[in-house]
């Protein structure tokens, strides 16, 4: 009775059902090549797991983890979990969303509808109003890549992000995203490769700039007015 | 859905063969699962429904990126898998990469979900959405594969 490359593999896995795992095991114990083999499956298999242990060990980005609200933040319910809950008596999970960044993705999904056409939506303009250049998080969902005021005087900031980049300027209504693919609907539910589109974005920004970039210290004074 | 993250992580940087590009990945799939929580059935085990919805996200976005012929550009450096390794160590884990960079998609997913992450090829099979069988040879060629590109050094 031979023994597959399938079934040998199957049984590395532990995954082949009696009465044939008894089976494979007499003919590798009887046969010193298929051992050979098997061990070669068991190694491999130990490589892979030790190769992507370290990932399990790491921390989880803090932009990653403030989406389901970070384990430390306070748990906001929202109703229809909550029905949820008393309805199926199942622990929760995607709700428990904390305050800050989360609140606003929540907003953003739940609330499209306020945001007004051509403006940020309130994750974006979360991160647009608080966000400074040189204290902004490794791994922000969106990242700052500078500010600047246009002629006009009004202040803009050049944004890149997972799910949207492009440029925004304060007004009396809020960050009426002027260039870029920002404030769309984020497509495949807001995954899209970032950096390609920042190089384009710094081009517009620099066209469009009445001066230099603002420094830390003009974007920190700019941030306490609120960016008017 | 917390205690899940560095899992999602872990199959997101096989799957999109990056670590950062694997966190944007991992992102998007947080995002869809919040957008679809309703769908998910109680009792069911959320950790495969939400390979299974990052793998389909994987999947669009890479047919997507063909399409515009789009080059891959991180967000940021991100993890670096083995990073914290010495010279040879780093060697020796970048043949893995590599050599997992040698298989098609549907065979990497397939080692990643049973190899890796410890799925039963039932479950691995229900995630990409194929028969036992189908996933059952791909992940012997998978694996072959990976074999035969380590050579003695297994």
């Known amino acids: 009775m031979s023994v597959t490359r399938e079934e040998l593999a199957a049984f590395a896995d532990g995954q082949l059902d009696e009465p044939r795992r008894s089976e494979v095991a007499a003919e590798v114990a009887a046969d010193p090549a298929l051992a050979t083999e098997l061990g070669r499956h068991r190694a491999l298999k130990q490589r892979l797991a030790a190769h992507f242990a370290p990932i399990l060990g790491q921390p989880v980005p803090t932009g990653l983890s403030a989406l389901l609200g970070g384990p430390e933040a306070k748990v906001v319910d929202f109703t229809a979990a909550r029905q949820h809950r008393a309805a199926r008596g199942f622990p929760r999970w995607g709700w428990i969303v904390g305050p800050a960044l989360a609140a606003s993705l929540a907003l953003a999904v739940f609330l499209p509808q306020r945001t007004p056409e051509g403006y940020a939506d309130p994750r974006l303009a979360a991160a647009l109003d608080d966000q400074l250049v040189a204290s902004q998080r490794e791994g922000a969902p969106t990242r700052i890549l500078l500010s600047f005021r246009k002629r006009g005087g009004q202040y803009c900031r050049a944004f890149s992000g997972a799910a949207h980049s492009g440029i925004a300027c304060k007004d009396g209504t809020g960050w009426r995203v002027e260039a870029g693919a920002g404030g769309a609907a984020p497509e495949h539910g807001g995954y899209k490769m970032a950096g390609s589109p920042a190089a384009a974005i710094m081009a517009q920004a620099q066209d469009m700039a009445a001066g230099p970039a603002l420094t830390a210290d003009q974007e920190a004074t700019a941030r306490a007015r609120g960016w008017r | ?154």
Do not use: H
């Not at chain 2, 389909?56 to 515009?68: G, K, L, P, V, Y």
């Open chain 2, 1 to 154: 859905m917390l205690a899940l993250l560095p899992r999602l992580r872990r199959f997101a940087a096989g799957l999109a063969r990056d670590p950062a590009d694997g966190d944007d990945l991992c992102q998007a799939t947080v995002i869809r699962a919040l957008e679809k929580r309703d769908l998910w059935q109680p009792g069911t085990r959320l950790d495969s429904w939400m390979m299974r919805m990052m793998r389909n996200i994987w999947i669009d976005e890479s047919r997507a990126r063909t399409r515009r012929g789009e080059t891959f550009a991180a967000e940021d450096a991100g993890l670096s898998v083995g990073s914290s390794g010495g010279q040879e160590e780093a060697v020796t884990l970048g043949v893995i990469d590599r050599g997992l960079r040698t298989l098609p998609d549907e065979q990497r997913e397939a080692v990643l979900l049973v190899v890796v992450e410890g799925y039963s090829y039932k479950e691995a099979a229900g995630i990409v959405g194929c028969p036992v069988g189908t996933l059952n040879s791909r992940l012997v060629r998978g694996r072959d594969a990976l074999l035969a590109w380590l050579g003695d050094g297994v």
